[in-house]
């Protein structure tokens, strides 16, 4: 592994064509405590695109940095052309207190929630930040940015492959990426207070293109999942011309989504599973009392399938019970 690089000081061009390494970024402009995350470099013997991943966003979802470190050892750099960049651990405080996000005790915030950052902010928000003017100082229109998570540890997620409604040419490019990458859900994140902060969608509203995934979580680590992402990644490179054997495009059917939250606090049981076809109206699930009194009836809003669930039983107001998707 190579010596620290400065975040500002980062340059591709400084790695010869042929490097396949781990080097150590460093992130410490304006931080009250600076932090060196691990980044994989491969760098091809001949010019083209960079993509870079991010994972671990959330400090529960470990699907992302395997398929990293899975993917980045695959490279043969000889038939590689332009660079992939994998950042595997992006909110490293929330990977190592196990939690989605950053630990109570520096700020309790989620890092997806805090994009483009501020640099007089808490930890989290001046992490968010740095990593914002790195990726944006580096990539350009020409380049890929893609952001690996899961259902972390109380949800579970059908594998979904997501991009922003910019309404340019980034989301057209995008889009086009989502297909690429071969999922058979294809998400068009609705535009919220929320999705706009996460790390994607704050580089797709820079002008970079930009897709994220959800697979299934459950704090597992399932290999189908892993290899499905690795898969995806593969996929996109060809597809960028950076690798060979580009995959076949499918147009596929596209999907917006409606988050189902808790009015109440209690116990969830659902009565409807991940993936069910549901009906406008009909129930979904019920928020118990310790004692068995009925708190709250969760009916669907609309026919839809569903795509994610809360799986933690514990629940209050305002968690999200499903995300339920209907086609755009």
């Not at 009925?294 to 994610?308: C, K, N, R, S």
Request: charged residues 20%; contains cysteine; glycine residues 8%.
């Amino acid at each position: 592994m190579r010596d620290r690089i400065a975040s500002t000081e980062f340059d591709i061009k400084d790695f010869a064509p042929g490097t396949h390494d781990w080097c150590h970024l460093h992130f410490s402009d304006k931080m009250r405590v600076p932090v060196t995350l691990p980044l994989a470099v491969a760098r091809g013997a001949s010019n083209g695109p960079t993509v870079l991943v991010s994972s671990l966003v959330h400090g529960d979802e470990f699907e992302g940095p395997s398929a990293i470190a899975d993917f980045f050892n695959s490279i043969d750099v000889s038939a590689l052309s332009g660079t992939f960049l994998g950042l595997p651990l992006a909110n490293p405080w929330a990977y190592a207190g196990q939690f989605r996000s950053t630990p109570d005790h520096f700020d309790g915030l989620n890092l997806a929630r805090q994009f483009p950052g501020d640099p007089d902010g808490s930890r989290t928000q001046q992490h968010a930040a740095l990593l914002y003017d790195w990726v944006t100082r580096i990539l350009t229109p020409d380049d890929v940015f893609i952001d690996l998570h899961s259902a972390g540890t109380f949800y579970e997620y059908l594998s979904m492959i997501g991009y922003h409604p910019t309404g340019d040419e980034t989301e057209s490019a995008s889009q086009n990426l989502a297909f690429a990458f071969g999922f058979k859900n294809v998400w068009r994140i609705p535009e919220s207070p929320s999705s706009t902060r996460t790390f994607n969608g704050s580089i797709a509203r820079s002008g970079i293109p930009t897709i994220g995934t959800e697979v299934r979580g459950t704090g597992g680590l399932r290999e189908e999942d892993v290899h499905e992402l690795t898969n995806g990644l593969r996929n996109i490179l060809a597809f960028k011309g950076m690798l060979p054997n580009p995959p076949n495009i499918i147009a596929r059917a596209i999907s917006s989504t409606q988050q189902i939250c808790f009015a109440a606090s209690g116990l969830f049981r659902s009565e409807v599973d991940l993936g069910a076809r549901v009906k406008a109206n009909k129930p979904l699930g019920r928020v118990l009392s310790i004692e068995g009194r009925l708190l709250e009836q969760l009916t669907a809003p609309h026919d839809g399938q569903i795509w994610a669930i809360r799986r933690f039983a514990s629940v209050y107001p305002d968690d999200i019970a499903y995300l339920i998707a209907e086609p755009v």
